[in-house]
């Protein structure tokens, strides 16, 4: 005997894609808000990587609202109906696509941000300067991970443009059913999931490491 599968209908699809992107939207724009009230510290800190995750997912989220509220009108596989969806869902798989990949994209570079930090706090033991902590300094600091993001996310959508690779999809708009198609998408996600977990075990063995040469300094002054 098979096990049971779950089959959802339309009607709860489109209210999760309503609530569960509308959930994601609401955090996101908290966070941006937040970073907005306190940006001055924020860069600091160097937390601006945050904030434009945040506004990248935002995006994506929009974009999730914006299918399901097109898909009470219309629905993309539905060729008998009078409203041609084929350019409006083209369009909307360029947004998806632009948004997920930047998203995932800011991911990969606060994790490379981080293993950048360790890895100069190895190879510099010396602290770090107030011109280094700056805005201006911070800012400076930014553009290879904005030049990164940003030419990745146009090349990879400009190519699935090319390739006309985008339109309907799981009863939504984006990378159509083709395996070699949505390869081209998962492959990245994938790298990003591996480097990024390979940089949290430095990260956890680092600490670890600081750990172990900080603990008998403290305990034998302590003593």
Known sequence: MSPPTLILSNHTKQIMLFIFPSIS????????VTYGRFRQHAMKKGNSFVFYLSVCDMLYSLMFIATATISLYMDPFDGTKPVNMTNICFWIGVWSDVTSVS?????????????MSLRNRTHHH???SSSSSSPSSTRSQNWPYHLYVWLFTIIHCAVLMYLDAFGPSY????????IK?????????GSYLLLSTLILAYALYYIHQVRRLIVPHQEKFDK
């Not at 998203?103 to 293993?115: H, L």
């Not at 198609?181 to 996600?189: E, I, K, N, T």
């Open 126 to 128: 010396s602290s770090t």
């Open 171 to 178: 009863g939504g708009c984006w990378i159509v059913d083709k």
């Open 103 to 115: 998203t995932t994209s800011w991911n990969m570079m606060i994790s490379m941000r981080v293993f």
């Open 25 to 32: 939207l609401l955090s996101s724009f908290f966070i941006v």
């Open 181 to 189: 198609f949505r390869l081209f998408w998962l492959v990245p996600l």
